[in-house]
């Protein structure tokens, strides 16, 4: 019975596991999510200076931009090497930001303060057009990024050509940027990351245009 005992214990060695394991597709997507939580960790890390912000995101949508391109760029690396490189470009970018948040508070703060009909209407008209103004800036890093040296002129010639071409890009960049801020405003705790995220959204906007602009080979 000894005997028998050990041979089970030896045939129980050599059967498979039948944990938990994941797929190679979900393995990648956790790897993804993974590493957009790292590219969101350190766009707050070099964004604290405050005037390194708006460089500190175009680290950012360079990094997800070369992950769209099969390319997998160092995080710290790049992430110094861009905000040295576009310190001042990301300072006006960031300077765009803030004034477009600034007048969209401000005109929506005078017309909820006046209270003339349909002024709720009006005050969500203006925080869409605020949110779009917004997005189209975003749009232009993620555009210079995935061009691959674009100046800023041609990033915002990219950008209102994407949005011209298709539609649904800017609003598609607002959502992801209102989903964003709700995750924020619900636990503000995920503001440590969330800029990871949002970056790889907008850049893979940018990516679907791209390959829908680019004719596919057939055979002859």
């Not at 957009?36 to 604290?48: D, H, I, K, P």
């Not at 490189?85 to 006046?114: K, P």
């Not at 619900?186 to 940018?206: C, D, E, H, R, Y």
């Amino acid at each position: 019975m000894t005997r028998m005992a050990l041979q089970g214990s030896q045939d129980a060695r050599h059967r498979p596991r039948t944990g938990w394991a994941l797929s190679p597709e979900r393995g990648e997507q956790v790897r993804t999510a993974a590493e957009t939580m790292a590219v969101g960790a350190l766009f707050l890390l070099f964004s604290l200076p405050v005037v390194t912000a708006g460089a500190a995101w175009c680290a950012a949508a360079e990094v997800v931009a070369g992950w769209h391109r099969k390319r997998e760029l160092p995080l710290w690396r790049t992430f110094t090497t861009v905000v040295r490189r576009d310190l001042a470009a990301g300072l006006a970018m960031e300077g765009v930001l803030l004034a477009v948040a600034a007048l969209t508070w401000f005109e929506v703060h005078v017309v909820l303060g006046a209270r003339m009909p349909g002024y709720a209407l009006e005050a969500a008209a203006l925080v869409l057009l605020g949110g779009l103004l917004a997005g189209f800036v975003l749009l232009a890093a993620a555009c210079r990024a995935d061009g691959g040296g674009l100046s800023w002129r041609e990033a915002v010639r990219a950008a209102a050509d994407h949005a011209r071409s298709m539609p649904s890009t800017l609003p598609l960049v607002v959502t992801a940027m209102a989903f964003t801020a709700a995750l924020v405003a619900i636990v503000p705790a995920f503001a440590g990351f969330m800029a990871g995220p949002l970056a790889f959204a907008v850049s893979a906007v940018v990516a679907r245009n791209r390959k829908a602009d680019t004719p596919e080979d057939t055979d002859a």
